[in-house]
Structures are given as C-alpha cells and as structure tokens.
C-alpha cells in the first residue's frame, strides 16, 4: 500500500513538473496600426519584435506574459477647399485651399498578460487562443507636419499657384519628438489583446488584435480641416488600435 501511495505521488510530481515547464518563444511581427475616432489618419504598417514567455497550467490551459518592442504609425495626406464669403466694398469671395502632409510614429516597450486555451488536432499541432490585457509605455519615435494654406480671391483653383497676384500662399513645417512634453502623445496605453496561433511542434504562426483603453491624446480635432475652417471644433480622445500577423518558435526553458 505505501508502495502505491509513493508511485502515485511521484507520478502526480512529475506531471506536475510536466506541466509547469516554462515555455520560451521568439517572435516577430508586422500588421495596420491606426487610431480611433479621427477622421483624417489611416492606419499604416507598423512591426514587432518580442521574447514570451508561457507558464503552462494544465494540459489546456496556460498563462502567457513577455516583453515587445513595438511601432505604431499613422498619417495622412490631403487637401481640402472652403469659399468664405468676406464682407467688403467690393464684396468678394475668398477661397481658402489647406492641404496637410502628416505622419505619426510611435515605438512603444509592451508588456501583455493573457490566458491561453489550446485547442490540439493531433500530437504534434493546434490551435491556441488568447486574450488579456496589456500595458505599454512610449519610449520614442519622431512625427512630422507640412502644411499649405492658400488663400485667393478668385474661385477659380487655377488660381492657387505661386506667382499668381491674387493668390497668397503660407506653408510650415515641423518635425518633434512623438512622446515631447509640448503637444506630443502620451506615454502610457493600457488595452485589450486578442489572438490566435497554429502551432506545429515548436514553431507557430497567428493574428493578433489590440485596442488601447487609454486615449494617446485628450484634445485631438475629430476632423482637421472642418477645425481649421472653425466648422467644427469638436476635440475627441483617440485610442490605439491594431491588427498585426506574426510569426515565432518555442523552446523550454532549460533545453
């Protein structure tokens, strides 16, 4: 009897040993990062890189963590055209001609917590999927603007050249810091993290998807150029939000 009490106890151990194998995996990534709420930035290519780390809980279950070094980017690239009425002896009409040529990169250190369910085909390959949330902080990543504003008081956008003598023309521009103290981003996102792997043996392949909890900006003009004509002046708090495919191999630790 205590010799089956002891062979029960040390097979109990070492499943459960099984089991608590820590899992290490490489992994890099590309996918559309973009932000919400904004009507005037796409979404543009970002990349990933990153080191996890899995802490299995059973034979199903698993607690996933790591760090990622990640780029988040945004921009847009357009014009827009408003005849104001300006009262006057002559009573003309000016037309006003903005355009913008904007790009936002942000790189963020990320670090996620998420619970993982496999589900397997056979010995040798699965589906995983996985949910939780994650905390990034922004450590760097420039931004760029350039701006033309043309003004004329001919209707007529022939008219909105340089050297015409009814046409006046003002550009800028302007590069910064994407997380600087005056008018950058803020550091901190918090969100949600979805994603599904395949994987077979120790390489494994998937789709991710993120949503930021936190605003990177508090006074962000839905609509720029309605903001701009003083049309709307309507300040929205975007988020983060992305869709990104990666691919990495698994070792465990210790092997």
């Not at 992994?27 to 990933?48: D, S, V």
């Not at 059973?58 to 070094?69: D, E």
């Not at 002559?90 to 990169?105: A, D, M, V």
Request: proline share 4%.
């Amino acid at each position: 009897m205590k010799r089956q009490l002891l062979i029960a106890l040390l097979l109990g151990l070492s499943t459960s040993i099984c089991y608590s194998q820590v899992k290490i995996n490489v992994q890099a990534g590309t996918g559309l990062t973009g932000i919400t709420k904004n009507e005037n930035y796409n979404a543009n290519f970002g990349y990933r890189f990153g080191l996890g780390v899995e802490f299995p809980i059973n034979r199903t279950w698993s607690l996933q963590t790591g760090l990622q070094f990640l780029n988040r980017s945004y921009s847009f690239d357009e014009g827009a055209t408003q005849i104001l009425h300006v009262p006057s002896v002559t009573g003309l009409e000016k037309l006003y001609h903005c355009s913008f040529n904007s790009k936002i990169n942000a790189l963020y250190l990320q670090i996620p917590l998420k619970m993982a369910f496999y589900l397997p085909f056979d010995s040798q390959c699965g589906l995983q999927f996985s949910a939780g949330p994650y905390i990034a902080y922004g450590i760097g990543g420039k931004s760029s603007l350039n701006w033309l504003l043309a003004t004329s008081e001919s209707i007529n956008t022939d008219d909105l050249t340089e050297g015409s003598p009814n046409t006046s023309l003002e550009q800028g521009k302007e590069s910064h810091k994407t997380f600087s103290k005056d008018g950058g981003l803020k550091r901190l996102d918090i969100g949600l993290s979805l994603g599904v792997d395949f994987k077979y043996k120790r390489f494994f392949a998937g789709i991710g998807a993120e949503y930021g909890f936190l605003p990177i900006d508090k006074e962000f003009p839905k609509d720029l150029f309605r903001y701009i004509f003083q049309e709307d002046q309507k300040l929205v708090s975007p988020r983060n939000i992305g869709v990104e495919l990666h691919v990495g191999f698994c070792f465990y630790a210790g092997k």
